[in-house]
């Protein structure tokens, strides 16, 4: 696998308001701040995939393509990191 830089590019507004909408008590840049230093802790690989399948919308393939592999370890990384991201949000629950 070849060394591709990253295209950096913002998540669009849905998935901020996606995250916004679970946890209505925090505020919107607390949000940001606490999905930046989350998606930042994320293993390279798991953090490129779950940015393109999820945040830019182009699912598994999308991460395929990024990655360099084949769309069914993409989307397995993408899903490892969307667990990862769960976990380090966890405390943000909607019912507290």
């Known amino acids: ?7 950096c590019r ?17 505020s919107r840049a607390e949000l940001l701040h606490r999905l930046e230093l989350a ?10 995939a779950v940015v ?6 182009e699912g598994a393939v999308g991460a395929a393509v990024e990655l360099d592999m084949d769309s069914g370890d993409a989307d397995a990384l993408a899903r490892n990191a969307l667990q990862l991201l769960r976990a380090a949000l966890a405390d943000l629950d909607a019912d507290d």
């Open 1 to 7: 696998m070849s060394e591709r830089p990253p295209r």
């Open 10 to 26: 913002p998540l669009p507004p849905s998935v901020v308001d996606a995250v916004v909408d679970t946890a209505p008590t925090t």
């Open 52 to 57: 393109s399948a999820h945040g830019y919308g």
């Open 39 to 48: 998606l930042a802790a994320l293993p390279p690989a798991e953090r490129t």
